[in-house]
């Protein structure tokens, strides 16, 4: 005999069906929302970093210079140097807090622009966040119009300990020569 407050099975599935729905639903909610949270922070993270790395680029370096210098064409320049470091982003606040610097061992003008391959000099040579400075470099130096690539020193491997050497081959996204 059946009981008037007995559900049948068919219901209660269907209910655990919407149920579980919902739930993934709500859940996809969530993540989007967590997604949208981490987004900003991001942002907000990325835009201090900019504010922090221009005030200590302008306690190191002569900011009317450096303007001009990018204003430059690198044909019209005396010394690379000083040009290229002007036309580095972030990475340039790193390299002037840290003691670092780059030196151009060679530099060509083909038709698709200046070729460059570079030397990390200072403090740099014996920094484990190297190879994100490498990159750091590349990065900002290619977005130039009149820079087509950028390479380093092949002698820079031997900077790195053998973790960091293989890390760097492996994942740096920069070319040695």
Not at 46 to 74: C, G, P
Request: proline content about 2%; glycine content about 8%; overall charge negative.
């Amino acid at each position: 005999m059946l009981c008037g407050n007995v559900t049948p099975l068919s219901m209660t599935v269907r209910g655990f069906i919407q149920a579980k729905a919902r739930v993934h639903e709500d859940n996809t909610k969530r993540r989007v929302m967590d997604d949208d949270i981490l987004e900003q922070y991001r942002l907000e993270a990325a835009a201090a970093m900019e504010v922090e790395s221009k005030r200590r680029i302008a306690e190191t370096s002569n900011v009317e210079q450096d303007e001009i210098l990018r204003n430059t064409s690198l044909d019209e320049v005396e010394e690379m140097v000083p040009a290229l470091l002007a036309r580095l982003g972030q990475v340039r606040a790193a390299l002037d807090g840290h003691g670092g610097g780059i030196s151009v061992t060679e530099s060509s003008k083909l038709e698709d622009g200046y070729h460059f391959v570079l030397d990390l000099t200072g403090a740099c040579l014996s920094c484990g966040a190297a190879p994100g400075t490498l990159q750091g470099v590349k990065t900002d130096l290619e977005n130039d119009i009149e820079i087509a690539k950028v390479s380093f020193c092949s002698s820079l491997l031997d900077t790195f300990d053998e973790l960091g050497r293989e890390f760097i081959l492996a994942h740096g996204e920069v070319d040695f020569v």
